[in-house]
């Protein structure tokens, strides 16, 4: 198992070329706009291949409404020029069916420009990110 340290934001650790995203219960619309702007300014001066473990256990998605996906699917729009050229995979961890839709529903408006596999534990995810690391990068 990987050592995470904390990284550019509360929500997010680091473990080498591994980040881990863990977004909380309390998860707001200010708390996701705070985050969202600490990752675009992670993407202005990261010029690193990383892979990224998306946990979404503990998010409720009765409590997350449509400006919520929009404000997800707004950034990784945003962000797709880095994330294709950086973004090994992203591996994105749920505990349930709603929360699967959530995802579903964000990708649906905004496709992303890297491998990404839905897991239902947070090991799985490291394991295919770590798997889509050593891949040569093109």
Do not use: C
């Amino acid at each position: 198992m990987l050592t995470f340290e904390p990284f550019f934001h509360p929500w997010v650790q680091r473990s080498g070329a591994v980040l881990l995203h863990r977004y909380p219960r309390d998860a707001n619309e200010d708390s996701i706009r705070e985050y969202l702007e600490a990752l675009y300014r992670f993407s202005q001066t990261h010029r690193e291949r990383y892979g990224a473990v998306v946990d979404l256990r503990d998010i409720n998605p009765i409590l997350t409404n449509a400006r919520h996906r929009k404000l997800f699917s707004d950034s990784t729009a945003r962000l797709s020029s880095f994330a294709r050229q950086y973004t090994a995979g992203m591996g994105i961890v749920v505990s349930n069916s709603a929360q699967r839709g959530l995802m579903t529903a964000v990708y649906w408006l905004s496709p992303p420009a890297y491998p990404y596999r839905v897991t239902g534990s947070v090991e799985e995810a490291i394991r295919w990110v770590q798997g889509q690391l050593a891949k040569p990068h093109h």
